[in-house]
Nanobody, 116 residues
Framework: QVQLVESGGALVQPGGSLRLSCAAD????????MGWYRQAPGKQRELVAG???????NYADSVKGRFRIYRDNVENTMYLQMISLKPEDTAVYYC??????????WGQGTQVTVSS
């Protein structure tokens, strides 16, 4: 079983920045794609950003230009750099990893709260 551990969630003021981390217990190059999802209270889980092991990225329209996803294959960690945070970014953020044969793994989530 793959272990993904998120960290970096916090309470931050609007306009602030955070960096989320997702540490894997194995070489993340084995994951064809990795991504960050979020789920706000009363809402469905949604894709925030994704990155393939070839470095191709995609973002939800709501975070384009504010969030950046990247992978460090040496540290076996994926990151989500978030700037210009808004109250509507408040959610539990989850790390996801998929293999080429579509095995699907999730972390336990980390809370991001944007509030003054």
């Amino acid at each position: 079983q793959v272990q993904l551990v998120e960290s970096g969630g916090a309470l931050v003021q609007p306009g602030g920045s955070l960096r989320l981390s997702c540490a894997a217990d194995r070489n993340i190059f084995s994951f064809y794609s990795m991504g960050w999802y979020r789920q706000a209270p009363g809402k469905q889980r949604e894709l925030v950003a994704g990155v393939t092991n070839g470095g191709k990225t995609n973002y939800a329209d709501s975070v384009k230009g504010r969030f950046r996803i990247y992978r460090d294959n040496v540290e076996n960690t994926m990151y989500l750099q978030m700037i210009s945070l808004k109250p509507e970014d408040t959610a539990v953020y989850y790390c996801n990893a998929q293999t080429i044969i579509k095995d699907d793994y999730w972390g336990q989530g980390t809370q991001v709260t944007v509030s003054s």
